[in-house]
């Protein structure tokens, strides 16, 4: 099938901001090419990168119709609109939000930390806290961090299937809420981490190598992952809090993260902060919300959007409890054990 034009006409390569804004050839203020950099590839590469990037679009343009041609099932006069292409602009553009002031986590396999800002933040300490600023729905940035997220507790479940451990998760996490809490926390940032493959074992030796109590059981290993994470999630919402100079009241937690009750109870007590929880299928129901805004099925801004959002499903809020110099206490290990932090 093809993309044709109101005239009829085939459609023009375009391609959408939310994810050109990943490749690092965007001029995140104005939303366009950098022809700074574009002049630097031709200059020193030879590459002719102005004669080869697309036209950009923001999302909920709606780009034409579909021409069917020999696919039956497409309805001909469909539309093609382009939504926020990037999985993590779908689904912060889902986020629930009804009140400024909010830090999102999209977790998944990774946990993307930040905030919805109305312009980046581009200053030397933002780079060495290793924030990126890529562009989200209605002219905002998505200023956020990539922690490693429930890839080790995915990992950790496929090694024990593989060794024949009928481990079920939901039992999983219930056991784990019966650990003593903070035994022992590891750097998830660790690149160690990052390959697939025996992790139970990886995060048992990190745990020994720093002078703590190596977690043994499916259970304790994933106490071990969840009390790492909350640790992860309080020093990306504090870091892009502080370097965006911005006041953060509340926690929204999206994605398949948000069914982990453990994991959101703990975030919330780790940043003393409220943690809202849900939709898990963010990115799905933001590309619909985009498509039906753009199709004029629904109406307005952001605001109506999370409205609609809010109402597509059940949010669960977790209010933090105990103290949070626990955690600070718990950070502290991986400080001493020659990983700042």
């Not at 290993?221 to 911005?246: F, G, K």
Request: proline share 8%.
């Amino acid at each position: 099938m093809t993309i044709v034009s109101a005239t009829g006409s085939p459609g023009e390569r375009v391609a959408e901001v939310t994810n050109a804004s990943t490749t690092g050839l965007l001029d995140v203020r104005r939303r366009t090419w950098s022809t700074e950099v574009t002049a630097a590839l031709e200059r020193d590469l030879g590459v002719p990168a102005a004669g080869l990037l697309p036209d950009l679009v923001e999302p909920g343009t709606v780009l034409g119709p579909l021409d069917p041609g020999d696919h039956a099932e497409v309805v001909a006069g469909t539309r093609l609109v382009a939504v926020g292409s990037h999985d993590t602009a779908s689904a912060v553009a889902a986020v629930p939000a009804t009140e400024p002031g909010f830090a999102y986590i999209s977790c998944g396999t990774w946990s993307l930390v930040g905030l919805e800002l109305p312009a980046p933040v581009t200053t030397e300490a933002s780079r060495a806290a290793n924030f990126t600023n890529e562009l989200g729905l209605d002219g905002t940035v998505r200023y956020l961090r990539n922690v490693m997220g429930l890839w080790l507790l995915q990992e950790s479940l496929r090694t024990w299937h593989a060794g024949g451990h009928d481990v079920d998760l939901a039992t999983l996490l219930a056991q784990a809420a019966e650990v003593p809490p903070l035994r022992c926390v590891i750097d998830v940032d660790d690149p160690a981490f990052l390959p697939p493959g025996g992790m139970p074992a990886r995060i048992t030796a990190a745990a020994a190598s720093t002078g703590q109590p190596p977690p043994t059981t499916p259970a304790e290993v994933t106490r071990c992952i969840v009390d790492s994470l909350a640790p992860a999630h309080r020093r990306a919402v504090h870091q892009a809090a502080e370097l965006a100079d911005r006041e953060v009241t509340v926690v929204h937690v999206v994605g398949g993260g948000s069914r982990n009750a453990l994991l959101c109870q703990l975030t919330a007590d780790a940043t003393g902060l409220p943690v809202l929880a849900g939709p898990a299928e963010a990115t799905a129901l933001g590309n619909i919300l985009v498509q039906a805004r753009a199709t004029r099925a629904l109406n307005g801004g952001l605001v109506e959007l999370r409205r609609a959002a809010a109402q597509a499903g059940p949010v669960h809020r977790y209010e933090p409890t105990g103290s949070v110099d626990r955690w600070a206490q718990a950070e502290a290990r991986l400080v001493s054990s020659g990983r700042p932090r």
